[in-house]
T-cell receptor, first 114, second 114 residues
Framework: NAGVTQTPKFRVLKTGQSMTLLCAQDMNHEYMYWYRQDPGMGLRLIHYSVGEGTTAKGEVPDGYNVSRLKKQNFLLGLESAAPSQTSVYFC?????????????FGSGTRLTVV | QKEVEQDPGPLSVPEGAIVSLNCTYSNSAFQYFMWYRQYSRKGPELLMYTYSSGNKEDGRFTAQVDKSSKYISLFIRDSQPSDSATYLCAMTPILTGGGNKLTFGTGTQLKVEL
């Protein structure tokens, strides 16, 4: 019963480097989300997807790209990392007709950009 | 002004105390209200959810929604050290095709002392 799995768990990047964060869910959820969590700012939505092959912008999309080529995977890319992207990144998923409309979250990726 | 406001705390209480956690919101379209619990260095987990106004009880936890005041609360009875965590409120209007996007509060850090 894995739920939502995020890799990697930790990463340190230099300014200008690129990387991809992977989110995988085994619950057959249609909807997937990427959030960042910063002190005093709470969880802010970066991008989301309502199904395989679809993506949409959230509240803070600049500097990030996403892809959902397979239903179970949602990738978050940083093309040219900046110190302002230092954060904890959470992936989440849910089913559109889930009774509680709640999300299942991964355990997070702690990213530091130096 | 943020759509959802939540006092960040920290809130420190003795074991056995009744804890009250609150959020206010400005968007009258919000219909579903949730509380998530987040332990240190973990992802948030859904604790309770309510639809529209009213109360919901689950063991030691009670969630209240007052839509007329745009105010939601989470009460924890007989608090335990294991309740020490950050509590985030979340809410959504559940628009068809809207992706069930949640808007989160910034979270209240709770510490229950022995």
């Amino acid at each position: 019963n894995a739920g939502v799995t995020q890799t990697p768990k930790f990463r340190v990047l230099k300014t200008g480097q690129s990387m991809t964060l992977l989110c995988a869910q085994d619950m057959n959820h249609e909807y997937m989300y990427w959030y960042r969590q910063d002190p005093g700012m709470g969880l802010r939505l970066i991008h989301y997807s309502v199904g395989e092959g679809t993506t949409a912008k959230g509240e803070v999309p600049d500097g990030y790209n996403v892809s959902r080529l397979k239903k179970q995977n949602f990738l978050l890319g940083l093309e040219s990392a900046a110190p302002s992207q230092t954060s904890v990144y959470f992936c989440a998923s849910t089913h559109p007709r889930q009774e509680d409309y709640g999300y299942t979250f991964g355990s997070g990726t702690r990213l530091t950009v130096v | 002004q943020k759509e959802v406001e939540q006092d960040p705390g920290p809130l420190s209480v003795p074991e056995g105390a009744i804890v009250s956690l609150n959020c206010t919101y400005s968007n009258s379209a919000f219909q579903y209200f949730m509380w998530y619990r987040q332990y240190s260095r973990k992802g948030p987990e859904l604790l309770m959810y309510t639809y529209s106004s009213g109360n919901k009880e689950d063991g030691r936890f009670t969630a209240q929604v007052d839509k007329s005041s745009k105010y939601i609360s989470l009460f924890i009875r007989d608090s335990q050290p294991s309740d020490s965590a950050t509590y985030l409120c979340a809410m959504t209007p559940i628009l068809t095709g809207g992706g069930n996007k949640l808007t989160f509060g910034t979270g209240t850090q709770l510490k229950v002392e022995l």
